[in-house]
């Protein structure tokens, strides 16, 4: 609800109107039905791909996304019907940020900087506005080699490029991430 509420009030802003959009859940349990077996699938970083599904695939802030579907055939139901949300990550927030001590001192030096961050996103033509460098494109797998392994059991329809990425900044309080 939150995410619609989010993208109806972008629409508003920008007086513009939906021509299509395309929503999938992933971190969920369904119940389904595969080779006769009643189950309940647990997609955890995953989402639904059943043949002709169209799903969304997020890049990195600098980088392209797609919109795919589900193909019918045995790799895709051997998955049961699942693909990637995205392309995950190489490494985890707290080695991108680094850590400190109570008094301010690195115990743990960070891998990613801000303008390690902004240079890439720059080079990108991205504007970006927030976003923490625990969300820059360097903690990420480059979306295309994820795609190319699961070739047998999707098709990419379109591909995006970002124009633009909000996000909340590094001193606001993410109650999701926090």
Known sequence: AGRDWVCDRVVKILGARVLDSVHNHHNFAWRETHNGKDLWVVRKGATPAFPGQRGFVGGTMGETSVILEGVENKEASLSL???????????GRMEAMGKRDKTGEWTRQPKVTQEMMDHWVSDARVEL??????????????LPEVLAEHSESVRVLHALRPLGVAMAGKDVYD????
């Not at 990637?84 to 190489?90: K, L, N, S």
């Not at 927030?130 to 480059?142: A, L, T, W």
């Not at 109650?175 to 926090?178: A, I, M, N």
Request: glycine content about 18%; aromatic content about 10%.
């Open 81 to 91: 019907y699942s693909t990637i949300h995205g392309a995950g990550r190489v490494m």
């Open 129 to 142: 506005r927030g976003g923490g460098v625990d969300e820059s494109p360097h903690c990420y797998k480059r």
């Open 175 to 178: 109650p999701f991430k926090d």
